[in-house]
Every structure is written in structure tokens, then in C-alpha cells.
């Protein structure tokens, strides 16, 4: 279990994800049943963006390069890891980089995404019985010599007071927006909407809030967002809409809508599944200034920032909440 055979394996695992196995097949459909959020059309996705972005032999061994990891870690730690279950295999990424610094992991997967992960980690076993001293799941995390955990704001709180004494990273709630200039094509737009809507908006670095200069035409941004209106027919996803609607009714309050979102001028960087929060601006250098220094954004995208498109496809070492989660786990 040398670094370059844990490399191997992965690369073994990030063929396995696009190979179409029948196994894989069953536990994504699984998964989709397990938890309505998890529609098959995102589930492949998120896989498979694992995948490419994450299991590939060149992108391993680069992101490796950049570290002071030892070829066999012989005082492996346990690492307790509370996985989030927002978007399907949202957690991939701490067990990672757990697996390659050659540390042990404890994982507490979210009840929303349980079939996936441990699907994955049972084939690493298979493969080679070492790494199945690697891997383990629990219900209580306890005796770890470290821990990372991603929830809420609120589940933050209980993370810092019983996992405080130990080494730790504690991630909370975060969002991401767009600014845009006006001047975007019908290509950036539809890529935006992508931003916005993929996962059907539940993720940490899903667009909930756009900044558009005053005066700016909406008519082509909600053209754009009509190649999303299949959602509508989600029941899930349409309650909530329909339930945000008539808040918006009720309230007497102006918006903007297609059958799948809706476009409400609101302050908050938040905002529900199904809307869309959006905020004129004058100053794009004083906006831009102020959003880097929120600590509740989690990227940006627009031109000269994350471009369209790409906020639900990070690389590698673009570590939630700004924190290189490897970089702990070779401190420790």
C-alpha cells in the first residue's frame, strides 16, 4: 500500500465508475430510489466528474506532487469523516484524501447517500485486502485522532464542541454567485444555467444569487433557463416551487419566473430550492471586493472569475471552503 499503489487503485476505481458495470448500475439506481433528490441524470454526473476530474493517473500524480507525502505512512492515523449527503457522493473527496495520505478512515455517511460510497469503498477492498483495514463505517464517531465534518450551520456547532480537543476541519453552510455584465452570449447564459440548477440547486457551489448592473435584460438569461423546465415536472422540486410562489402571491412581492424558477430581487445570498436571488450593482470593483470577503461564499463565476459552467466540476485541489484538506492530513 506504497503511494503509488494507492494511485493505482484509485485509477482502477475511476475506471470502474465509467466502465458500466452492472454492480455500479444497481447502486446508482439504488441510490436514486433511496433519496428523490438523487435523479439518475445527476447521479451520473457527479460520478462521473469523480471520475475524470478526481481518478485520472495524470491528475493524482500532479496534485501529489505538490505535497511532502510519504511513500508508506507507517503511524497511520484513524480520521473520523462526517459526510454531508446534499449531492451524490458530495464526501468523495475528504475520503480521498484520506486514502491517499495513507491514513485510515472512519466514515459517518449521510442517511441521504449511503449505497454510493459504500459501494465504492467495498470495491477498493475487494481489490486488495489491505485497504480493507483502511476503511470503516460507524454510526457515532469516537477515538479518531482527527476529524473533518460537513453539515449545517447549525450541526457546525455540535461538530466544534465534540470534535474541538482534535485536530479538525468543520465546514458549514456556503453558497456561490454569478456576476454578470450583460454582455454574456446565449452559450455563458445556458452554462450558467447549469450553475444554477444542477442538483437542483442543493449544492455548496450552486449559483443562489446573481449581481447584474441596472438596467440589465433578463429576457435572455430566462430563455436560457428554460432548458431546465423538465424539472417542473420533479415533485419534489415542483412543491417547493409552488410553495415559494405562493409566498410571492401572498406577499404581493414582484417576481420573474420560467416553470422552473423563480427570480426574486432579494438581499440574501441564500435562497430556496426553486428561486433565484438577484441584486443590481453599480460598482463592479467595490462588488467584486466585498464578495471575496464573505466568508459564506463559496466560489464565484462570470467572466474573470470560475467560468460558466464549471462551479459543479471542481478540480482536484479546489478544497471546500478554501481549507487543503490534504495538506492537514500530512501536518498530522
Known sequence: MNLQYRIDLLVDLGEYILSGDPAWAETKEKASRENGWFIPEFVD????????????????????????????????QNIGIVMAGNIPLVGFHDFLCVFISGHKAT??????????????????????????????????LKGCGAYIATGSNNSAGHFEYYFGKWPHIIRRNRTSAAILTGEETGEELAKLADDVYLYFGLGCRNVTKIYVPAGYDFVPLLHAFRKYDFLADHHKYKNNYDYNLA???????????????????????????????????????????SLKENPDLQCITGRGFVPFGQSQAPAIADYADGVDTLAFLCRL
Open 247 to 289: 409566498l410571492h402571491l401572498l406577499n404581493k412581492k414582484y417576481y420573474m419566473s420560467t416553470p422552473s424558477l423563480l427570480l426574486v430581487e432579494e438581499p440574501s445570498l441564500f435562497s430556496p430550492i426553486s428561486q433565484l436571488n438577484y441584486e443590481f450593482y453599480d460598482n463592479p470593483d467595490k462588488l467584486t471586493g
Open 107 to 140: 466514515i459517518k455517511t449521510s442517511s441521504r447517500d449511503e449505497p454510493l460510497i459504500k459501494h465504492l469503498v467495498s470495491k477498493l477492498s475487494d481489490w486488495n485486502k489491505a485497504a480493507e483495514q483502511r476503511f470503516s463505517f460507524a454510526g457515532i
Open 45 to 76: 454526473l457527479a460520478t462521473k466528474n469523480i471520475a475524470q476530474h478526481f481518478l485520472s493517473r495524470p491528475i493524482l500524480e500532479k496534485w501529489v506532487s505538490s505535497y511532502e507525502l510519504r511513500d508508506n505512512n507507517h503511524e497511520p
